[in-house]
Protein backbone atom coordinates (compact mmCIF):
# COMPACT_ATOMS: atom_id res chain seq x y z
CA UNK A 1 0.00 0.00 0.00
CA UNK A 2 1.00 3.67 -0.91
CA UNK A 3 1.01 6.38 1.08
CA UNK A 4 -0.06 9.81 -0.37
CA UNK A 5 1.57 12.09 1.71
CA UNK A 6 2.48 16.36 1.23
CA UNK A 7 6.36 17.68 1.70
CA UNK A 8 5.71 18.65 4.99
CA UNK A 9 4.11 15.48 6.67
CA UNK A 10 7.71 13.55 6.09
CA UNK A 11 8.41 15.63 9.65
CA UNK A 12 5.83 13.17 10.99
CA UNK A 13 7.94 10.52 9.83
CA UNK A 14 10.79 11.33 11.86
CA UNK A 15 11.81 8.39 13.75
CA UNK A 16 9.24 6.07 12.89
CA UNK A 17 10.62 2.81 12.31
CA UNK A 18 10.05 0.38 9.27
CA UNK A 19 11.07 -2.55 8.04
CA UNK A 20 11.39 -4.68 4.47
CA UNK A 21 10.25 -8.41 3.66
CA UNK A 22 13.13 -10.83 3.42
CA UNK A 23 14.62 -10.65 0.10
CA UNK A 24 17.20 -13.83 -0.28
CA UNK A 25 20.43 -13.35 -1.87
CA UNK A 26 20.94 -15.67 -4.64
CA UNK A 27 24.42 -16.76 -6.86
CA UNK A 28 22.29 -15.40 -9.68
CA UNK A 29 21.88 -12.20 -8.11
CA UNK A 30 25.30 -11.90 -7.16
CA UNK A 31 26.59 -13.03 -10.50
CA UNK A 32 24.35 -10.45 -12.82
CA UNK A 33 25.58 -7.77 -10.19
CA UNK A 34 29.71 -9.12 -11.41
CA UNK A 35 28.63 -8.75 -14.78
CA UNK A 36 27.17 -4.97 -14.65
CA UNK A 37 29.86 -3.67 -12.52
CA UNK A 38 33.04 -5.83 -13.69
CA UNK A 39 33.67 -6.73 -10.76
CA UNK A 40 34.61 -10.74 -10.85
CA UNK A 41 36.87 -11.18 -7.87
CA UNK A 42 36.21 -14.58 -7.60
CA UNK A 43 35.23 -14.17 -3.47
CA UNK A 44 31.79 -13.54 -5.05
CA UNK A 45 32.16 -15.63 -8.16
CA UNK A 46 33.63 -18.56 -7.71
CA UNK A 47 31.55 -21.22 -5.55
CA UNK A 48 34.66 -23.14 -5.57
CA UNK A 49 37.49 -21.29 -4.93
CA UNK A 50 35.81 -19.23 -1.86
CA UNK A 51 35.36 -22.19 -0.22
CA UNK A 52 38.69 -21.69 0.58
CA UNK A 53 37.78 -18.19 1.51
CA UNK A 54 37.80 -16.81 5.10
CA UNK A 55 33.72 -16.87 4.36
CA UNK A 56 34.13 -20.56 2.85
CA UNK A 57 31.55 -19.90 0.50
CA UNK A 58 30.49 -16.77 -1.82
CA UNK A 59 29.55 -13.26 -0.21
CA UNK A 60 27.81 -10.77 -1.76
CA UNK A 61 29.70 -7.30 -2.96
CA UNK A 62 29.01 -5.08 -0.20
CA UNK A 63 27.49 -2.53 -2.95
CA UNK A 64 25.80 -4.91 -4.53
CA UNK A 65 23.90 -5.08 -0.85
CA UNK A 66 24.05 -1.13 -0.62
CA UNK A 67 22.19 -0.79 -3.78
CA UNK A 68 19.04 -2.75 -2.22
CA UNK A 69 18.46 0.19 -0.69
CA UNK A 70 16.28 1.30 -4.20
CA UNK A 71 14.41 -2.01 -4.07
CA UNK A 72 13.99 -1.93 -0.15
CA UNK A 73 12.42 1.54 -0.42
CA UNK A 74 9.96 0.72 -2.95
CA UNK A 75 8.55 -2.67 -1.18
CA UNK A 76 6.16 -2.71 1.39
CA UNK A 77 6.94 -3.53 4.73
CA UNK A 78 6.24 -5.82 7.35
CA UNK A 79 5.50 -2.97 9.68
CA UNK A 80 3.90 -0.22 7.90
CA UNK A 81 5.35 0.39 4.64
CA UNK A 82 8.33 3.10 3.77
CA UNK A 83 7.16 3.49 0.53
CA UNK A 84 5.14 7.11 -0.12
CA UNK A 85 4.26 8.97 -2.48
CA UNK A 86 4.45 12.91 -1.90
CA UNK A 87 1.55 14.32 -3.81
CA UNK A 88 3.23 17.91 -4.16
CA UNK A 89 6.98 16.70 -5.23
CA UNK A 90 8.22 16.70 -8.32
CA UNK A 91 10.72 14.63 -7.98
CA UNK A 92 12.63 12.98 -5.24
CA UNK A 93 16.13 12.66 -5.96
CA UNK A 94 18.60 10.42 -5.15
CA UNK A 95 21.37 13.28 -3.20
CA UNK A 96 24.64 10.67 -2.02
CA UNK A 97 25.22 9.39 1.74
CA UNK A 98 26.56 10.66 4.88
CA UNK A 99 27.82 8.20 6.04
CA UNK A 100 28.32 4.26 5.23
CA UNK A 101 29.59 1.33 6.51
CA UNK A 102 30.01 -2.37 5.36
CA UNK A 103 29.71 -4.33 8.89
CA UNK A 104 29.31 -7.61 8.16
CA UNK A 105 29.39 -10.14 4.48
CA UNK A 106 26.44 -11.51 3.44
CA UNK A 107 26.92 -15.22 2.16
CA UNK A 108 24.89 -16.52 -0.78
CA UNK A 109 21.61 -17.70 0.54
CA UNK A 110 20.60 -15.24 3.13
CA UNK A 111 18.05 -13.23 4.13
CA UNK A 112 18.47 -9.63 4.15
CA UNK A 113 16.19 -6.98 4.49
CA UNK A 114 16.31 -2.96 5.50
CA UNK A 115 15.41 -1.72 9.22
CA UNK A 116 14.92 1.98 8.16
CA UNK A 117 13.70 5.42 9.78
CA UNK A 118 13.89 9.51 8.61
CA UNK A 119 16.00 10.98 10.75
CA UNK A 120 16.35 14.67 9.95
CA UNK A 121 14.56 16.52 7.36
CA UNK A 122 15.53 20.13 6.19
CA UNK A 123 14.04 22.86 3.86
CA UNK A 124 15.58 23.89 1.12
CA UNK A 125 16.36 26.26 -1.66
CA UNK A 126 13.94 24.02 -4.26
CA UNK A 127 12.23 21.56 -1.71
CA UNK A 128 13.51 19.44 0.89
CA UNK A 129 16.24 17.56 2.35
CA UNK A 130 15.79 14.52 4.41
CA UNK A 131 17.65 11.78 5.49
CA UNK A 132 16.74 8.15 6.29
CA UNK A 133 18.77 5.73 8.67
CA UNK A 134 19.46 2.49 7.19
CA UNK A 135 20.24 -0.59 8.68
CA UNK A 136 20.67 -4.03 6.17
CA UNK A 137 20.24 -6.85 8.82
CA UNK A 138 20.76 -10.83 7.75
CA UNK A 139 18.40 -13.06 8.73
CA UNK A 140 19.91 -15.34 11.99
CA UNK A 141 22.75 -12.55 12.67
CA UNK A 142 23.55 -10.11 15.43
CA UNK A 143 25.31 -7.90 13.26
CA UNK A 144 24.12 -5.92 10.15
CA UNK A 145 25.34 -6.07 6.89
CA UNK A 146 25.17 -2.30 5.76
CA UNK A 147 24.92 0.85 8.20
CA UNK A 148 23.82 4.09 5.72
CA UNK A 149 22.99 7.23 6.25
CA UNK A 150 20.87 8.32 2.84
CA UNK A 151 19.85 11.64 1.61
CA UNK A 152 17.29 12.50 -0.86
CA UNK A 153 15.90 15.56 -2.03
CA UNK A 154 12.31 16.36 -3.05
CA UNK A 155 12.10 18.72 -5.64
CA UNK A 156 8.48 20.67 -4.81
Same mark, same amino acid.
Do not use: C
Given at each position: ?? +?K?K? =???K +?Y?????S %?? &???? %??????????LT?D??????NP?RAK *?????????H??????MLG??TL??G??????F?V?DA???? +???F?? =??? =?????V??? =??D? %????????? *?R?M??????V???????K????AD &?? +?????
Amino acid at each position: MV +NKIKA =IEIK +NYIGKEFS %TK &WYQV %TQEAIDKFADLTQDHQYIHINPERAK *KSLYGETVAHGFFVLSMLGFFTLQDGERDSMQFYVSDAKSIV +NYGFDK =IRF =ISAVPVGSY =IRDV %THISKVELV *KRGMKFTSHHVIEIKGQDKPAVVAD &WL +NLLIL
